[in-house]
């Protein structure tokens, strides 16, 4: 189970951090990442971490001003988000995926979050 938190409502260049508690599993050696989905587009993958969080991945829309990380003794990730833009207002999912970090990121999410909303006036 993932269970997001963090969200709310900011100003154009303001800051969140999103939370993901995982539980029922050791995600340690799971991919996780963040996709965000906002009325009338497409979902989109925003962040991947290996598992044991060696490797990162950002979308170009996102590089620069997020950053994912994660606590594999708490089983908790995280995505800070700087520098905040209106078009970032989404609502924000926790996955993850028991996969190689040759398929993070690539395979598809076995496990979701119920979404945290970020608003960004």
């Known amino acids: 189970q993932l269970v997001e938190s963090g969200g709310g409502s900011v100003q154009a260049g303001g800051s969140l951090r999103l939370s993901c508690a995982a539980s029922?599993?050791?995600?340690?050696?799971?991919?996780m990442g963040w996709f965000r989905q906002a009325p009338g587009k497409g979902r989109e993958v925003v962040a991947t971490?290996?598992?044991?969080?060696?490797?990162?991945g950002y979308a170009d829309s996102v590089r620069g001003r997020f950053t994912i990380s994660r606590d594999n003794a708490k089983n908790t990730l995280f995505l800070q988000m700087n520098s905040l833009k209106p078009e970032d207002t989404a609502i924000y999912y926790c996955?993850?995926?028991?996969?190689?970090?040759?398929?993070?990121?690539?395979?598809?999410?076995?496990?979701r979050g119920q979404g945290t909303q970020v608003t960004v006036s």
């Open positions: 971490i290996y598992p044991g969080g060696g490797g990162k």
């Open positions: 029922a599993y050791t995600y340690s050696s799971y991919c």
């Open positions: 996955v993850a995926a028991h996969v190689t970090w040759a398929q993070c990121g690539k395979a598809p999410w076995e496990h």
